[in-house]
């Protein structure tokens, strides 16, 4: 039944332009009717196989049978002969043509059955019959008739016959002509499949239809279906397509939904939607897929949860922080910058600076504890604030503008996601765990928070009205929510991938800009309508190239897009709701050397653009185009957004390999600075000034800086160095430091110039030392000057003598060089290196008979080394890869003792006295005593952190160490915790360093803090 009712809705839907009548079938068949007549009236011919007449014989040779008379006679009989031949062949030759005839009849009658059985008789009979090849071809045509020119077509058997067809008539004549023919089969095979699926739902038939066509595809004129009848077939095969899909998945998928539904997993049940969706694009618009995504969308909203936490927010301040003088260094173009007391406000490594915005002078400074979740913003009140987000204790801090002082504190659980949405005198700021959260920024009061299924993408957009705000969440949602009381009104579905937008939404007038990052190399932006039940939906659409992941900037009617890597697309937005193209296309450009990194974008009158990524660049729109200007400023990596105020921009921004961060002050016009101050300072090098009670530091950046112990102790910044060198443009490595033997300190780079420079005990410029290759480790120092582990060799350099020293070559041939992985000073003329395939080579600097670097000795090692030996006091320290420590003596690598770690070594020991400290992997520091062939004595529990630098041994026997948290801790003898430890409140980069009775912390900042006396005692 389901076959009849297929063929008669063929019958019925067919295009009148598709479909074939009963004349148009008549006359088909008469013209192959004909055709086959006209074959068999080409007939054959009798062959004569003798003689009548002989040839001429001489008198007397003559016979009988050669007589006039018998000649006549066997001339009569084969002359009747052959007239009975003709009469029997035109006899025949009618037969044959009679039964084709009548075959052809019957398949121009739709007698299938009847025909195949005469086309095969006639075979039979008649098997190298002028006609055979007419009748073969019209044999397999009666049988595709037969299976798909009725009211009940059989598309399976249908195939099979007409790809039989196809498969025999290719090799016989006239097969071109049949080419019309198998068109018209192959487009009701595709017709009857296609329906046929839709009824039956079953994937067979579609299949078949497909196929169909194919083969119709093949037997057009080149190759082409008429477009009106392709669009017709494709529109029936996707209405049988969605049929099977309701039956093979949506059932299944309905469940699959339904039970996440009762599980409370949304996500989920969305998900399994549009998996079904992807496979089954046609399902789209299905009123039952429709029904379900409503049934998911209420259930989503069911699960934004409001609570109302009312807690206040604490007003008192952490405990002070112990007095530290910063390193900024402040440079400026001019000498007539005249202050007129307007700040402006930067973080640097970890802290939160006001600055004079004339001169850049720092006003004052606030440890926030490493970068924030997002760049201070001003807020108005009878004090000016700035809400800062703190990593140090993870709380939003309300700050005074003027000195920094807290205003109040309050903990959202969580860090920021996003920056807040101020809207009136509420903050709005979502965070990790999907949450939004509504802070008055009077008081710090939490008023309520929203509680969502997943992630969400913050800041909120607020509608025009500002009576509504809308979020994307993490995957497929988009949530609006009211305000006065902050509910979630509606929840949309979007369509969007998990973790594919990255940038906010973005209000424009009565629309919203959304972007999601939905192929590999390209982003989409979307522009979303709200309507009055709080359901958004897309008005349009455009891609642009790169993936979006940094905000919009939105200028009038003009929209601006940036994409990695460091691309700007604009486009002019109409921002009314009734606009027919909301979204049009201005222009794109690309940086010449365009880099992965974070943009800011800044809009200026007339035009104008200012990107900031990895420099300060300026682009102008035009009609329709973005044209990039030349010039640039502060180039290097910008951590914060750009600030504007008085006619100038304020950047925070630090070089590619370096880790000091700079802010200045830049015209955008001219784009040239008008002053740079340091708000971090990462120490490479630090130790005793000589002569006073001073310390010598070296910057990553090129400067020294020569401090008063004095002045550490009264704190303030500290805005000048006493000596500079240069560093190489271009520079692709760190800068690191040491301090040689005899005092003097040492800064370092690799590529593209590789290079030493010596810092004098007094603070000024040695000398620059030139490298023959980039160093593959850090350097060790003796006493002739300092090793560098160099490809294939050891190379010595900065010796006090002046003279050359012959390098220590590891191998002649370059494909027998292996690398260094560690070097270590083991005395005043040795070092000890550790190759990558794991041997220990022990290099002496010799002077005589002339200076070279000589081997001693060469040993493979039984365990693993993957952090740096230590030494000191004639002893040689290892920490293996296995978790043991192995104890050796430094001249001759005996092997004295070794223990277990419990654990793999995090760091290099560090030796203080006698006593070896390690880090393990269990988080425990653990102290082993040197001269007891390593006994264990104690261990102390990190809790994550690690040592800032090698201990401190004092009078009693107890240690000082400080821990990168800012935590000065005591330990005993035996390496157990002990009273008496203090914090700064910092993070620590070194220390603690003990110069001139005076111990020294070093912060991550550069900030040098001066330990309180009472901590040794």
């Known amino acids: 039944m389901e076959s009849e009712v297929a063929g008669e809705e063929y019958d019925d839907e067919l295009p009148d332009d598709a479909v074939y009548t009963d004349e148009r079938e008549d006359a088909a068949r008469q013209k192959y009717a004909e055709k086959g007549r006209r074959q068999i009236a080409r007939g054959r011919l009798a062959r004569l196989a003798d003689s009548i007449a002989g040839g001429p014989t001489r008198p007397g040779d003559q016979q009988v049978i050669r007589s006039p008379f018998v000649l006549a006679l066997i001339g009569g009989v084969l002359g009747f002969g052959l007239l009975a031949a003709i009469f029997y062949y035109i006899i025949g030759r009618e037969s044959e043509t009679r039964r084709l005839n009548e075959a052809l009849l019957a398949l121009e009658q739709r007698k299938y059955g009847e025909a195949e059985q005469l086309f095969l008789k006639y075979l039979e009979d008649y098997p190298e019959g002028g006609s055979s090849e007419t009748a073969r071809l019209s044999l397999h045509k009666s049988r595709v008739e037969k299976q798909l020119l009725t009211t009940t077509p059989d598309v399976s058997r249908g195939l099979s016959e007409l790809q039989a067809l196809i498969s025999v008539g290719k090799d016989l004549d006239g097969f071109d002509n049949e080419r019309e023919a198998i068109q018209r089969y192959a487009d009701r095979l595709t017709y009857a499949g296609a329906r046929v699926a839709e009824i039956s739902q079953q994937q067979a038939p579609l299949d078949i239809s497909r196929e169909g066509l194919e083969i119709l595809r093949r037997f057009s004129p080149d190759g082409r279906v008429p477009p009106d009848r392709e669009e017709e077939l494709i529109r029936r095969q996707r209405i049988a397509e969605a049929a099977v899909a309701r039956r093979m998945v949506f059932d299944t998928a309905l469940a699959q939904t339904r039970k996440l539904l009762g599980e409370g997993n949304t996500i989920g049940a969305i998900g399994t939607r549009q998996a079904m969706l992807d496979r089954y694009e046609v399902l789209r618009d299905d009123p039952d897929v429709a029904a379900l995504l409503q049934e998911i969308l209420t259930r989503e909203q069911q699960t934004v949860v409001r609570t109302e936490p009312g807690t206040d927010a604490l007003t008192d301040d952490l405990p002070a922080e112990l007095p530290s003088l910063s390193l900024n260094l402040r440079t400026q173009a001019t000498n007539d910058l005249v202050s007129r007391q307007r700040l402006v406000f930067g973080v640097g490594v970890d802290c939160l600076y006001g600055l004079d915005a004339d001169t850049g002078e720092p006003r004052w400074k606030r440890v926030i504890g490493g970068e924030p979740a997002f760049a201070p913003i001003a807020v108005k009140g009878t004090l ?34 996003g920056d807040p949405l101020i809207l009136g005198q509420e903050i709005y700021i979502t965070t990790a765990r999907g949450e939004l959260w509504q802070v008055s920024t009077v008081n710090g009061r939490i008023t309520a928070r929203l509680t969502f299924s997943q992630p969400v993408v913050g800041p909120p957009a607020v509608s025009r009205d500002g009576r509504q705000l809308v979020i994307p969440g993490d995957a497929m949602f988009v949530y609006t929510m009211t305000l006065n009381p902050l509910t979630c009104a509606a929840v949309s579905y979007l369509e969007h991938r998990a973790g594919s937008v990255e940038s906010p939404l973005l209000t424009a007038g009565d629309l919203f800009v959304m972007t999601d990052n939905h192929r590999a190399d390209s982003g989409r932006v979307r522009i979303l309508e709200l309507n009055s039940s709080g359901q958004l939906a897309v008005r349009g659409t455009e891609l642009v190239d790169g993936h979006i992941r940094d905000p919009l900037l939105l200028r009038g009617a003009e929209l601006f897009v940036p994409s990695a890597p460091q691309r700007v697309t604009a486009f002019r937005i109409a921002a009314d709701a009734g606009s027919p193209l909301p979204l049009a296309k201005i222009g794109a450009n690309q940086l010449e050397d365009g880099q992965q990194t974070r943009m800011f974008l800044l809009a200026g009158p007339g035009g104008q653009l200012w990107l900031g990524g990895r420099s300060l660049r300026k682009f102008q729109l035009r009609t329709n185009a973005v044209l990039l200007e030349s010039g640039h400023v502060a180039e290097g990596i910008h951590l914060q957004p750009i600030q504007f105020a008085d006619q100038s921009v304020f950047l925070t921004y630090r070089d590619a390999s370096l880790a000091s961060v700079y802010f200045i002050r830049a015209d955008p016009e001219q784009m040239q600075g008008t002053w740079r101050t340091v ?31 004095a002045e550490i102790s009264r704190g303030g910044f500290s805005l000048e160095s006493i000596s500079e060198f240069r560093l190489p443009d271009k520079l692709a490595s760190s800068v690191d430091g040491l301090t040689l033997t005899d005092g003097r300190l040492g800064a370092w780079c690799g590529a593209p110039e590789p290079l030493l420079w010596t ?10 030392w030139v490298l023959p290759d980039v160093p593959q480790t850090a350097p060790a120092a ?12 050891l190379h010595l350099t900065a010796v006090s003598s002046g003279v050359t020293v012959e390098d220590y070559r590891a191998a002649q041939a370059v494909s027998q060089q292996s690398g260094w992985k560690h070097l270590t000073a083991i005395s005043d003329s040795q070092v000890l290196a550790v190759t990558t395939e794991n041997r220990m080579v022990r290099v002496e600097y010799r002077p005589m008979p002339r200076p070279q670097l000589a081997e001693i000795s060469v040993t493979p090692l039984d365990h693993s080394i993957e952090v740096a030996p230590a030494a000191a006091n004639g002893h040689v320290v290892l920490a293996t890869a296995e978790g043991r420590l192995i104890l050796m003596r430094a001249d001759s690598l005996e092997v004295l003792a070794s223990a277990e770690l419990g654990g793999v070594p995090r760091r290099s020991p560090f030796l203080a006295g006698d006593r070896v400290f390690v880090e393990v992997s269990t988080g425990e520091l653990k102290t082993f005593v040197l001269t007891d062939s390593l006994r264990p004595a104690g261990s102390f529990p990190l809790a994550g952190r690690s040592l800032a630098g090698v201990p401190v041994r004092l009078q009693d026997g107890s240690h000082l160490v400080a821990l990168n948290d800012g935590a000065i801790e005591r330990l005993t003898a035996d390496g157990m915790l002990a009273a008496g430890g203090v914090t700064i409140g910092q993070t620590l980069s070194r220390g603690p360093l003990l110069i001139a009775g005076q111990l020294i912390a070093v912060a991550a900042d550069g900030s040098l803090y001066a330990l309180p006396a009472e901590i040794t005692r």
């Open 384 to 417: 000016p604030g700035l809400l800062v987000h703190s990593r140090r204790t993870n709380e939003l801090l309300m700050v005074r503008q003027q000195d920094g002082r807290l205003i109040w504190r309050q903990s959202i659980g969580s860090s920021p996601s």
């Open 679 to 709: 708000l971090g300072t990462r120490v490479v090098a630090a130790g005793p000034a000589a002569g006073d009670a001073s310390i010598l530091v070296v910057s990553d950046f090129g400067r020294v800086f020569r401090v008063p112990l």
């Open 759 to 768: 810092i004098s005990t007094t603070g000024q410029l040695e000398r620059r």
């Open 782 to 793: 003796i006493a002739a000057g300092v090793v560098f582990a160099l490809p294939g060799r």
